[in-house]
């Protein structure tokens, strides 16, 4: 028997991303710089939480996570209709796009930036064209000129691998005139939360704008990876539509407990934020002073890094030292002289500075 395979699924390649399970038989004592996650790691109100309910897996999660969505509206000020959860962030982009894009959509994607939005857009057949710079900020007008009618654009702020940020009237000004030509922005701040010195969410703006929509993950702001939860922001309509093609039951017990407990819990964020300024710092001033590496400046928890050196064997001589980072070579964008880290506890940042210095 033959089987009939959509001609995007043969044409389909999976994302390779970070984590310590991107690698075979991780060290379980490494490092790990390749997965921006807060520095601070998982809220003790989580971990308490999990442990108290931890008997809820005997049944059925709630289809709806009322109690997520009522802590989501207080957390966010948004209205429960305007609110939608998922399974991690990656999975609202992959219904997101099987939602609203087709074979028909024109999709603008700025570049580098994390592969998902591509990959996702693959998928479901869209032609998507790229727009090349390591500073959006820089090309604003060029870019909106590039926006295609009744399209989508995908953006990230502040942009992944780049750390950049846009500020919110530079995002205003590109959803404004997508809005005029009937295009959605899809906007990922899943970083916003870990920008020490402002606030450029355009979150709010979903009440304003139906062509907005916003992405949210729990997993960097309160140390959730493996939890998988995110959230998104957009008018009504665009909810209503993803809440109808939605998994049912996507969302386990465990998952909606955590999420609710740590949104209660903004201190955490400030704690974050106040490592992340104070590190970040120290991070970019001692890797500035090794020869082959030069730092992007970066707004957020985690630093691109250019070297001379072959990102690939720079990765697996790290990992000699128990320090895994990303190689930056599979975005799109980029080539194999470029590497990412997290901005971690200063004893992290210590040993990565140490491990660069020996090894350069």
């Known amino acids: 028997m033959r089987i009939r395979i959509k001609s995007s699924i043969v044409r389909h390649v999976p994302v390779i991303h970070g984590g310590r399970n991107s690698i075979k038989n991780p060290d379980p004592n490494i490092v790990d710089f390749s997965s921006n996650i807060t520095p601070i790691g998982i809220p003790l109100s989580v971990k308490t939480i999990l442990k108290k309910n931890l008997d809820d897996i005997q049944n059925y999660p ?36 099987f939602a609203f894009l087709s074979n028909k959509t024109k999709v603008l994607i700025p570049i580098p930036i994390f592969q998902e939005y591509e990959t996702a857009a693959k998928l479901n057949n869209c032609k998507i064209s790229y727009f090349k710079t390591m500073n959006l900020s820089e090309n604003i007008d060029l870019f909106i000129s590039q926006i295609p009618r009744n399209g989508c654009v995908f953006l990230c702020n502040p942009n992944n691998p780049t750390g950049k940020l846009l500020l919110k009237k530079q995002l205003l000004t590109i959803i404004k005139a997508a809005k005029k030509i009937s295009s959605i922005i899809f906007i990922d701040e ?9 606030n450029e969410s355009v979150i709010s703006y ?105 990102s690939t064997k720079l990765q697996q001589k790290l990992l000699k030292h128990k320090i895994l980072i990303r190689d930056c070579k599979n975005f799109r964008g980029l080539n194999n002289h470029y590497i990412r880290i997290a901005v971690k506890s200063h004893k992290d940042n210590l040993k990565l500075v140490r491990a660069l210095e020996i090894i350069k």
């Not at 702001?221 to 093609?245: C, H, N, V, W």
């Not at 710092?281 to 001692?286: D, F, H, Q, S, T």
Request: aromatic residues 10%; positive net charge.
């Open 190 to 198: 899943c970083f916003i939360e870990l920008v020490p010195e402002s």
């Open 206 to 310: 979903v009440k304003k704008y139906d062509n907005l929509f916003v992405l949210r993950s729990l997993t960097k702001s309160f140390g959730l990876p493996g939890i998988r939860i995110g959230y998104a922001a957009a008018s009504k309509q665009m909810i209503e539509i993803l809440q109808k093609i939605k998994i049912p039951w996507s969302i386990n017990s465990l998952a909606q407990n955590a999420a609710s407990i740590a949104l209660v819990n903004k201190s955490h964020i400030i704690k974050s934020k106040l490592v992340i300024k104070k590190e970040s710092i120290y991070l970019k001033n001692e890797i500035a002073k090794l020869d082959g590496f030069e730092c992007h400046d970066s707004s957020t928890n985690f630093i691109l890094i250019k070297t001379k050196y072959d």
């Open 62 to 97: 709630d289809f709806h996570s009322s109690a997520l969505i009522s802590n989501l509206k207080k957390y966010t000020g948004l209205q429960k209709s305007n609110l939608l959860v998922g399974n991690g962030a990656i999975e609202i982009i992959y219904n997101f796009c």
